[in-house]
């Protein structure tokens, strides 16, 4: 058992959210409320993990010019920064909240990391590599990080024995997927572009998951919204539903949930305890605005109410 953890994000931003009743493309759109704050899935993750109790430690690349909000963000939450910090500014995002729930992102590239800003960071994760066993690598990459360099970072940590808990899309996702992470959570759109089919059952998502678990990942989570989580480890699968909830935004759901998996198996909690806590928690970050941990009773409440089942068995070839 563990409360150390690090969490990655390699393209951090700034959210701009706005919430209108409906998004008009094509001419004028009128936000009713807006926030900006410090995001990115690797720092949604963090705040989360923080929240739980984690003794949390954050780095990726930050821009010097526009840090302030990170730093209080980390200052909040009890985290260590060890983010490299370099020139420029670091990207905002847009994301459009409809009143039914319907979440438009307008994400821009990020900022530009040289070889010098590469090789600092590769001397971090090292060092931190020393006296932690769980690393969680979320979100996009930026412009000066590769695929395949993402990918061998996640291969180095893998050769040292750590656990690292692997989130992202594209090009990204699948190079990384052939370095050994130790765990993903693709959603199903995710999983359908990595298998270049479509994906309409959860059958058929368990078939393509079960494609991925060739690679020797030992940890394959599909999340499916409303539908809940199906977790397949060591060829079995268990599916976690939760209880229909009254959506306000599906902002940092996905993250949430890489939280509650994360924070389910430094704690030792056995399968089903483990899957039923982080699906409750994910479905409970949709009922509010903004990432974290609200109500520790209501998170509890709503564990009690996830429907828990097997749903069969995959043999891994040897091949």
């Not at 670091?90 to 459009?96: E, H, P, Q, S, Y």
Request: hydrophobic fraction near 40%; charge should be negative.
């Amino acid at each position: 058992m563990t409360t150390k953890v690090v969490t990655i994000t390699l393209n951090p931003a700034l959210d701009l959210t706005g919430s209108l009743d409906t998004l008009n493309v094509g001419t004028v759109s009128l936000v009713k409320q807006g926030s900006l704050h410090a995001a990115g899935k690797g720092v949604n993750v963090a705040k989360v993990l923080s929240d739980l109790g984690a003794d949390v430690t954050v780095t990726g690349f930050l821009g010097k010019d526009n840090q302030e909000m990170f730093c209080q963000l980390f200052e909040e939450m009890g985290a260590h920064d060890e983010f490299i910090r370099i020139q420029g500014s670091t990207r905002i995002n847009v994301k459009l909240v409809e009143a039914s729930g319907e979440v438009s992102d307008i994400n821009f590239p990020g900022i530009n990391v040289t070889n010098e800003d590469i090789a600092a960071f590769e001397a971090t994760l090292l060092r931190l590599a020393q006296d932690h066993d769980y690393f969680v690598l979320a979100g996009s990459l930026p412009t000066g990080v590769s695929p395949s360099l993402c990918a061998s970072w996640i291969e180095k940590l893998h050769s040292l024995g750590k656990r690292v808990l692997f989130d992202s899309s594209r090009d990204a996702l699948a190079a990384g997927l052939n370095a050994h992470p130790w765990l993903i959570k693709p959603n199903d759109e995710e999983l359908s572009q990595f298998v270049g089919r479509e994906l309409v059952t959860p059958e058929e998502c368990r078939t393509a998951a079960a494609e991925l678990a060739e690679k020797g990942i030992e940890n394959i989570v599909v999340s499916m919204g409303a539908n809940g989580t199906m977790w397949l480890n060591q060829g079995q699968w268990l599916h976690a539903k939760p209880p229909r909830m009254s959506v306000v935004s599906t902002v940092g759901a996905g993250d949430t949930l890489v939280a509650g998996l994360c924070w389910g198996h430094m704690q030792n909690m056995d399968k089903e305890s483990l899957i039923t806590f982080a699906t409750a928690l994910s479905a409970l970050a949709v009922t509010q605005v903004g990432v974290g941990v609200t109500s520790e009773t209501q998170l509890i409440t709503l564990q009690k109410e996830i429907q828990l089942q097997p749903v069969g068995t995959f043999e891994v070839s040897n091949k």
